[in-house]
């Protein structure tokens, strides 16, 4: 291990190949795509024979293709990108998208216990938080977004479940809402109702990224 410090900003682009120092190409590998949502990794790299160190961006969160001479590496962040990057602010391990996403949008709802994917990085664990709207027809209902790695339950109005409750028939409620997420950015979904009227909605604020502290990537 070796501290690695930059000591002026870097700009680095992801969409060519790396080379050392600023206003260079970032990519550890291949070539960016442009039409399939990927995440790409931002890791902080060092070479110890001289020193110098510079950053590199890779779809691996955990085991980027190194430069030459390079033996160090750290994850940093991670950023998402489509046609083009989904820009954010970040506050410590807090990402916030600048615009939210509406990732769910699903009517004639079960009981079923479905998986959704949410617009966070791929390849790593995240909290992904976000809006929850939960629309119920003709009963009193609720709704529990989970982490797949947990045990389905059931949601109940009238219980502490974690749930977002219509505690009213026929209405709506909005809520927060923070789940942890596998690492295909997925939460799992479960209303309490099934009815041509029960809709789901997901909006994705953001997700909280820890970067490698506590034994994580």
Known sequence: SSLMRLTAALDKQVDSAWAVGAATGGLDTGSINNTTLISYHLHLIKRTDTGVVDALFSTAPSAPVMPTSYTLRRRVGSIIRETTFFP???????????????????????????????????????????????????????LLISDLASTSQDPVANSAVGSIIVATAASQIGA??????????????????????????????????????????
Not at 100 to 111: C, K, Q
Not at 191 to 196: E, I, M, P, S, V
């Open 88 to 142: 954010f602010t970040q506050w410590d391990d807090q990402f916030h998208l600048n615009t939210m996403i509406l990732d769910v949008t699903a009517t004639n709802e079960t009981t079923a216990a479905i998986t959704r994917t949410l617009t966070v990085p791929t390849g790593i664990n995240v909290i992904a938080e976000g809006m929850a709207q939960v629309i119920a027809s003709s009963a009193v209902g609720a």
């Open 176 to 217: 927060y809402f923070r789940c942890r997420t596998n690492t295909s950015a997925q939460v799992r979904t479960k209303r309490q109702n099934t009815a041509g009227g029960e809709i789901t909605r997901i909006a994705t604020r953001g997700w909280i990224d820890v970067r490698g502290k506590g034994g994580g990537l």
